[in-house]
């Protein structure tokens, strides 16, 4: 567990010391969110039903948020990391070696809450209004063709963004919210599970 | 499972073999035997298998057949054990860029359980033995090479393992800075570590090491302290120049050397076959001296451990040029 902190409080100095690697992070979901208010709200205007009163911004400020979230760059670091060799004295370390992937994952986690709370707030300054206290992923399912409603209904990115759409626009909905709370679970648990077996079974 | 205890060799190592995917037979069946206290050298070119060797010891890279121990512990068996006492400091430096020295230092203490005040303490000591204590507190990234090595080395000492890994610790560096870590690594094991150390440099194997194998093409060559292998190889050459001076009388008073072996005139030389050529000049000095007999010039040759090489693979290690069979 010391091992996993001390990994963790080296990964977070790393992201604070190279904000070059954070910046583009930031900029994708600023730039939706600008392109949206500036232009998409205009065709959605707040009386649209599926935005529930609120300006589009409101509805695709999830989307921004999952940008911001998914581009976590703790697998690259940690390639950068194997290519320098620092990964090498790492491994010859006594230590658990899955303690490499959740320090990096810890630093993930202090970089996604930085970098949303900033895109909330900029969100806030447009002009979106929580219900809560917090969707397909530009539009609802329903106003999707078939093909890309089942393509939607497949991607379970889309229920994470219905959940927090959820929060958004319409306050506590416990239904969409555990689904969106379920799929984060389970990929998460999913994804760091075969990282942490590749590590280690990891040698060259 | 035994028990490893101090008494142990740092390494021993049995018919050790690695095979790449490819079918590259990077190191074949090596059997080695590093002592305690030992400073013991890995000498071979380029692509002999040292890193492939060393890798294997440090548990990194699993053998492909054979077994091997650091400090009794079996490294397939057991490698949380065997990583907790041993350093290792890799041929490709593994260093931070964007932390300090002294934060890199820190963390390497962490990892090995050494922590809160006692880690910044042995953070500063390990600083001060490499002489980093100005630049500790800059990012890594602006360290020279030198600084590198010297950080890399220290970081691989934080819980003072009892078998130190070293792969070509002085590779790229400058004559001075190489001294700098021949001074450390003797300092380290006057402390009671064990060295195992990969080299290409002949002069680094002969001055450093107490013992050394020759590694080339997977096997290991020779083995023997550089004092047996040069002394396998024939006898050190004092040649004396006469300039003039009279090839008998010269003979005559010189006489019978301790150790020497034969004595062939060349054109204005002597050419004195001993066995310790310092050692003899001292005396053939004396007595031509005692003579007054004046001569031109005294010069010891000894064999080297590129002749010593040589004579193992065929090839000389340092140099290009090539040799005749
Ligand atoms: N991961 C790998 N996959 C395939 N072949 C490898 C790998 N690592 C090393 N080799 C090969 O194994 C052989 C021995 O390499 P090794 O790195 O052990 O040599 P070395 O003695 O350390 O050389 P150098 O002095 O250049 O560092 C080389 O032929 C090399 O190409
Ligand atoms: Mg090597």
Redesign the pocket.
């Known amino acids: 567990m010391t091992e996993v902190l001390l990994l963790g409080r080296r990964a977070v100095r790393e992201v604070i010391r190279l904000p070059e690697a954070t910046i583009p992070t930031l900029f994708i979901p600023l730039f939706f969110l600008a392109v949206n208010i500036g232009q998409v709200s205009k065709t959605f205007p707040s009386t649209t039903p599926f935005l529930h009163g609120q300006g589009y911004v409101g509805f695709q400020l999830p989307v921004s948020l999952m940008f911001a979230v998914c581009t976590a760059t703790s697998g690259l670091a940690l390639v950068t990391e194997i290519d320098l060799g620092y990964f090498d004295k790492l491994l010859v370390a006594p230590i658990r070696r899955s303690s490499i992937i959740f320090g990096r994952l810890a630093a993930d986690l202090v970089r996604g809450i930085g970098v949303s709370t900033l895109v909330l707030l900029v969100a806030l300054a447009f002009g979106a209004t929580m219900r809560s206290g917090v969707t397909p992923n530009f539009v609802p399912f329903d106003r999707l063709s078939p093909v890309m409603e089942a393509l939607a209904r497949a991607n379970p990115v889309s229920y994470v963004i219905e959940g927090l759409r959820s929060l958004v626009l319409q306050g506590w909905v416990p239904g969409k919210l555990a689904i969106c709370v379920a799929v984060i679970v389970a990929t998460g648990l999913g994804l760091t599970w075969l990282s942490v077996r590749a590590i280690e079974r990891y040698d ?1 | 499972m035994s028990i490893a205890t101090a008494d142990d060799p740092a390494v021993e190592a049995r018919g050790l073999r ?1 095979t ?3 079918g ?4 074949r069946d090596i059997d080695l035997r590093v002592e305690r206290g030992e400073i013991f050298g890995f000498l ?12 294997m010891l440090c548990t990194l890279l699993p053998p492909t057949a054979g077994s091997a121990k650091v400090a009794g512990v079996d490294v397939v068996a057991d490698p949380a054990e065997a990583r907790r006492r041993i350093g290792v400091a890799l ?1 490709e430096i593994g260093l931070d860029p964007v932390q300090t020295g002294r934060e890199l230092l820190e963390l390497q203490c962490g990892l090995y359980g050494i922590q809160g005040s006692a880690a910044r303490a042995r953070a500063q000591e390990l600083l001060e033995l490499v002489g980093l204590t100005e630049a500790a507190d800059r990012r890594t990234k602006t360290y020279s090479g030198g600084m590198k090595r010297r950080l890399d080395l220290a970081s691989a000492l934080v819980h003072s393992p009892e078998v130190l890994f070293l ?2 610790p002085t ?1 790229g560096l400058d004559p001075a800075s190489r001294l700098t870590i021949w001074d450390e690594v003797r300092r380290i094991n006057a402390g009671g570590t064990s060295v195992m150390l ?1 080299t ?1 440099y002949l002069e680094e194997a002969d001055q450093l090491c107490d013992r050394l194998a020759i ?1 080339d093409a ?1 096997r290991i060559v020779v083995e023997g302290t550089p004092g047996r292998l040069k002394a396998q190889m024939g006898h050190d050459v004092v040649s004396v120049a006469l300039n003039g001076a009279d090839v008998e009388s010269t003979k005559a008073a010189i006489g019978e050397l301790p150790g020497l072996e034969r004595v062939v005139v060349e054109s204005e030389a002597l050419a004195l076959y001993v066995e310790d050529g310092p050692a003899s000049i001292a005396e053939i000095v004396r007595r031509l001296d005692r003579q007054r007999i004046r001569v031109g010039g005294i010069a010891v040759a000894r064999p080297s451990l590129d002749d010593v090489f040589l004579r193992s693979t065929g090839r000389r290690l340092e140099g290009d040029e090539e040799v005749a069979a």
């Not at chain 2, 071979?44 to 890798?55: C, D, F, I, M, Y």
């Open positions: 060259r | 690695r790449f995917k490819g590259v037979e990077a190191v071979g070119p380029n692509g002999a298998g040292k890193s492939t060797t060393v890798r041929q792969d070509e590779t990969t290409q590694i997977g």
